[in-house]
């Protein structure tokens, strides 16, 4: 897995839940450090144990924890680039939801060793879309509604989301676009000073 990956986990963990948390969780997992280097690969097999220590050191869902990981990765201040990144997608949260196609493309440009699972959002009439996260990335469909959820508060949207399960290693998520305009959106501006 790569250390992005890991290393957006540990910030989570540690900002979320605290450094004691993750410590015990990596002894667990049997990591010889608490610290991960953004730009190494890690074992899928030792990364995806390190999950599951957090979430039984938390007495969490892994389902939950990834989806509070995907709000975490809009929503919190230090994760601004990744917003950012988003947030290029359109102007409108169903502009944002078209984009998803191109996301794993755009994430290679700025990691171009950052593979990201492939997603086809479909549209099934007004306001309702389906979401498909193809294999590639455990969990990626439970980070992907958190990250979903977030995006529609950044962009001011009320949405509601159902993670659908699993079809072939597959992870189909429903979106329901209930109100474009619901609450004011955070600004966002392409310069980089906002």
Known sequence: MHGLINRAVQTFVCRTYGGECWRRAVGVAGFD???????????????????EAICAEL????????????????????????RRLLRFGGVTYVDFLHSLDDLPGRVRLAVAELDLPGMELREYGPGFFSLTCQPG??????????LLRAMADDYGALVMLDHRGRND?????SIALVDTAFAKGRAFALGAGE
């Not at 280097?37 to 030792?46: I, K, Q, T, V």
């Not at 290693?169 to 998520?173: D, K, L, M, P, T």
């Open 33 to 51: 450090s608490a610290e991960f280097e953004a730009m190494l690969d890690y074992d899928d097999s030792r990364s995806l144990a390190l999950v």
């Open 59 to 82: 007495g969490r869902p892994r389902a939950e924890l990834l989806e509070d990981l995907g709000t975490y990765l809009v929503s919190h201040p230090q994760c601004d680039p990744v």
């Open 137 to 146: 990335l455990p969990g990626f469909g439970s980070v992907m509604m958190g």
């Open 169 to 173: 290693g597959r992870e189909v998520i």
